[in-house]
């Protein structure tokens, strides 16, 4: 696997650790760890932050 595509992985696991559940020290590991190109990078974080924003009672209009 490429850096780069590992990279947007885990730096999206980091930025949603409440959706992801990593384990310590193994992000890898996590719940949902994404199976996908580059591509949907947008599209997964977008939802992340749609999906944290109704869990905490906010609504986000796009």
């Known amino acids: 696997m490429s850096s780069v595509l590992q990279d947007w992985r885990l730096g ?9 559940h990593p384990p310590a020290g193994i992000p890898e590991g996590a719940e ?3 199976e996908c190109g580059p591509g949907w ?12 924003a109704q869990r905490s009672g906010f609504f986000i209009d796009a």
């Open 12 to 20: 999206l696991i980091a930025a949603h650790p409440d959706l992801f």
């Open 41 to 52: 990078r947008d599209l997964i974080d977008r939802c992340c932050v749609r999906n944290n």
């Open 32 to 34: 949902g760890y994404p």
